[in-house]
């Protein structure tokens, strides 16, 4: 079984920053992506951003040059960096991880304020 415990969500005004991890834990030897995905009340989920196992990443065009992900394979962790947020990108976001078959966290609630 695999687990992914996010942390970081919180209320922020817009402009400011916010850190989101996704860090993984069970019985796997490794994953191929790692991605984060929201959804926003009444919206469909899309994706954020997704990074593989080398490090190759892509980003929704809402976020390209205000987010970036990272991941550090070693602990099997993921960070979403958010800068300049803005009020859409208040979401419910949820981390991704495609190992056998795709896992996904409990969500961690986005807020930025006006």
């Known amino acids: 079984q695999v687990q992914l415990v996010e942390s970081g969500g919180g209320l922020v005004q817009a402009g400011g920053s916010l850190t989101l991890a996704c860090a993984a834990s069970?019985?796997?030897?490794?994953?191929?992506?790692m991605a984060w995905y929201r959804q926003a009340p009444g919206k469909q989920r899309e994706l954020v951003a997704a990074?593989?196992?080398?490090?190759?990443?892509t980003y929704a065009d809402s976020v390209q040059g205000r987010f970036t992900l990272s991941r550090n394979n070693a602990k099997n962790t993921v960070y979403l960096q958010m800068n300049s947020l803005k009020p859409e990108d208040t979401a419910v976001y949820y981390c991704?991880?495609?190992?056998?078959?795709?896992?996904w966290g409990q969500g961690t609630q986005v807020t930025v304020s006006s």
């Open positions: 990074i593989t196992s080398g490090g190759m990443t």
């Open positions: 069970g019985n796997f030897l490794s994953i191929y992506v």
């Open positions: 991704k991880a495609s190992i056998t078959r795709p896992y």
